[in-house]
């Protein structure tokens, strides 16, 4: 029982289940139904695992400024960009999870920092 509770999915049908689950900073969310197709639009910008790798080596190399000045990058684009408050809110959180494609309806997200 305990096992079950700590692996559990929350399940994500809208952007409004996901706004949620980002507020309960849940570890792992399962995007199922009809709001997966939006997800893997969105799952296309993320980068791969060794397009990351690679990232987060230069960002080691430099002392950590290249993580900070991406945030800063990413913080002010969102700034000036025209779309709803939802919509930044779900770009900027997604981005501390990795996505997975389990099957044709469903990805499962995990919080990056459990991969390490």
């Not at 945030?71 to 919509?87: A, R």
């Amino acid at each position: 029982m305990q096992l079950e509770k700590e692996n559990a999915y929350f399940q994500v049908y809208n952007a409004e289940d996901l706004l949620l689950a980002f507020r309960n900073k849940e570890e792992y969310i399962l995007i199922k139904g009809e709001y997966k197709k939006e997800m893997d639009e969105l799952a296309k910008s993320q980068l791969s695992d060794t397009e990351t790798l690679g990232w987060e080596l230069g960002a080691v190399w430099s002392g950590g400024l290249v993580t900070v000045l991406t945030e800063v990058i990413l913080h002010l684009v969102d700034l000036f960009s025209s779309k709803d408050d939802d919509k930044k809110k779900i770009e900027s959180q997604v981005r501390k999870y990795k996505f997975k494609k389990l099957n044709e309806n469903e990805i499962l997200l995990y919080l990056r920092q459990l991969d390490y």
